[in-house]
């Protein structure tokens, strides 16, 4: 048994946020795919639940007119890896979303808990990252989107307050429309394994095969998901020779603050920081030449 | 603390107070659905995967009071007056059972799969069935299983080359 002492189970929004500012000491439970583990493991003692499993609010996957897409955190892994509005505008968060646990545990994990877990191997984390979502956040006083390159504070720190609940994640048509992207995970297992390393490369070419936009994220490279700020400067601009590929990698990994962990020595990870990183954009750029060939009409690919 | 719950266990409505700190494996368990077995207890083996409408689900991460309302189906449903149903069947028959600790929660991740009417390549029922582990490693048979599964009625739902 869980030591729980006591659930309480939100019919709606307000009731849920109500209750938050009422008992402060609840913790909110999703899909419980982390915090019964952690319950297990005792690493919490105790536990008094406010599940928001019922709330309608919080679900569902949207295209608004502006374009952009908003995912409910209720969202499970399986959705985002069967919805159409995934596969057809962002399938990199799609692959990302695949390459978490198993099916059992994607069937019921959902986004905005594995986003407000905190964790740096958070499989949804770099795509997030490399997208630029904002974070909608609720609370009885109002509401605030943050960015979420400023909401990871710190392993399993985010930047969550009392009485707040993670709403919604917004992605903004200009994060996703024309580009094409990629997501490694490197683990030791193919399915239920925490990554070793992950990486989310996000490209936009223009007609000359010129990036116009690169962002580059990665996840367990340190204490929280990253962006490689100095590699996407370089990038912008320039197209994607042997040389230039070489240069963004070394850039990356400087970005990088890997450490030695039982999965994985600093070193070992740099490598592999390296080599995905290259890995990722070569397949981004093959992408995004498929998708102008396909646009120019199955045309010859260059 | 108690909250009554009122749910379909294998067909039959069942309703009763449950302990809010127990999970759906430690319920079912306790009911005498022995069929769902309690391996790792953090959603790791599969072993203890049940249907939640229709959808496998690690019943020892889920707990019990989420049942309220659900359909909930264990491998003990599956047979229909002493006949083994057609995945059982098939594991049988490919002689997909070693031990047997993780035959339950593979029958029934099976078994939805069957039921989703869709075709599954064999590199797709490898990822569907990823989330049990067979100590005793007899994959291949399982994976013949959960294809022979998946070949009813001599229609051959898989998207392989035959």
């Known amino acids: 048994m869980y030591n729980i002492q006591s659930y309480y189970e939100a019919e709606t929004l307000a009731e849920a946020?109500?209750?938050?500012?009422?008992?402060?000491?609840?913790?909110?439970?999703?899909?419980?795919?982390?915090?019964?583990v952690q319950l297990h493991h005792g690493r919490i003692p105790q536990v008094d639940l406010l599940s928001i499993r019922k709330?309608?609010?919080?679900?569902?996957?949207?295209?608004?007119?502006?374009?952009?897409?908003?995912?409910?955190?209720?969202?499970?892994?399986?959705?985002?890896v069967n919805h159409q509005l995934i596969k057809q505008h962002i399938p990199v968060l799609a692959e990302a979303a695949l390459a978490m646990g198993g099916p059992q545990i994607r069937h019921i994990a959902t986004l905005g808990g594995n986003i407000c877990n905190g964790a740096t191997s958070a499989d949804s984390a770099p795509a997030l990252f490399a997208l630029n979502a904002q974070l909608k956040l609720t609370s009885r006083s109002g509401e605030r989107l943050v960015p979420i390159r400023e909401f990871y504070l710190g392993p399993g720190k985010v930047d969550i307050r009392a009485g707040e609940i993670l709403a919604a994640i917004v992605?903004?048509?200009?994060?996703?429309?024309?580009?094409?992207?990629?997501?490694?995970?490197?683990?030791?297992?193919?399915?239920?394994?925490?990554?070793?390393?992950?990486?989310?490369?996000?490209?936009?070419?223009?007609?000359?095969?010129?990036?116009?936009?690169?962002?580059?994220?990665?996840?367990?490279?340190?204490?929280t998901p990253l962006r490689c700020s100095a590699a996407e400067d370089f990038a912008r601009g320039k197209v994607l020779s042997?040389?230039?590929?070489?240069?963004?990698?070394?850039?990356?990994?400087?970005?990088?603050?890997?450490?030695?962990?039982?999965?994985?020595?600093?070193?070992y990870r740099e490598h592999l920081i390296k080599e995905l990183t290259q890995r990722a954009l070569t397949s981004a750029r093959a992408k995004a030449v498929k998708q102008v060939s396909l646009d120019a009409g199955g045309g010859e690919i260059v | 603390m108690f909250k009554r719950i009122?749910?379909?266990?294998?067909?039959?409505?069942?309703?009763?107070?449950?302990?809010?700190?127990?999970?759906?494996?430690?319920l079912l368990r306790d009911l005498g659905y022995?069929?769902?077995?309690?391996?790792?207890?953090?959603?790791?083996?599969?072993?203890?995967?049940?249907?939640?409408?229709?959808?496998?689900?690690?019943?020892?991460?889920?707990?019990?009071?989420?049942?309220d309302g659900k359909n909930i189906r264990t491998v003990e449903g599956l047979a229909a007056d002493g006949v083994l149903s057609p995945v059982q069947q098939a594991f049988v028959e490919e002689g997909a059972?070693?031990?047997?600790?993780?035959?339950?929660?593979?029958?029934?991740?099976?078994?939805?799969?069957?039921?989703?009417?869709?075709?599954?390549?064999?590199?797709?029922?490898?990822?569907?069935?990823?989330?049990?582990?067979?100590r005793c490693t007899g994959y291949q048979n399982i994976l013949k299983a959960a294809e022979k599964s998946l070949t009813h009625s001599g229609e051959h739902k898989c998207r392989c080359d035959k």
């Not at chain 1, 609010?57 to 908003?70: R, S, W």
């Not at chain 2, 309690?38 to 009071?65: Q, R």
């Open chain 1, 171 to 223: 992605l903004n048509p200009e994060d996703y429309r024309g580009f094409s992207g990629e997501y490694i995970k490197f683990a030791m297992r193919q399915a239920m394994d925490i990554a070793t390393l992950g990486v989310a490369v996000l490209c936009r070419f223009t007609a000359g095969q010129v990036l116009e936009d690169l962002r580059i994220a990665l996840g367990v490279a340190g204490p």
């Open chain 1, 17 to 36: 946020l109500e209750l938050l500012v009422q008992k402060p000491s609840l913790k909110v439970i999703a899909g419980g795919t982390d915090l019964l």
């Open chain 2, 97 to 134: 059972v070693q031990c047997g600790f993780c035959t339950p929660g593979l029958v029934m991740t099976t078994t939805a799969l069957v039921e989703s009417g869709r075709a599954y390549s064999r590199e797709e029922i490898k990822r569907e069935l990823s989330g049990h582990l067979c």
């Open chain 2, 34 to 67: 022995t069929g769902v077995k309690k391996g790792c207890g953090v959603g790791e083996c599969g072993a203890c995967t049940v249907l939640v409408d229709n959808t496998p689900l690690d019943s020892c991460i889920y707990l019990a009071v989420w049942a």
């Open chain 2, 6 to 26: 009122t749910f379909t266990l294998n067909h039959q409505v069942v309703s009763l107070e449950v302990d809010i700190r127990k999970s759906l494996l430690e």
């Open chain 1, 55 to 80: 709330l309608r609010e919080l679900a569902g996957i949207q295209l608004l007119t502006a374009g952009e897409i908003v995912l409910g955190s209720l969202v499970t892994f399986s959705d985002l």
């Open chain 1, 242 to 267: 042997a040389e230039n590929i070489a240069a963004i990698c070394e850039l990356t990994v400087e970005a990088s603050r890997a450490r030695t962990s039982w999965r994985a020595s600093k070193e």
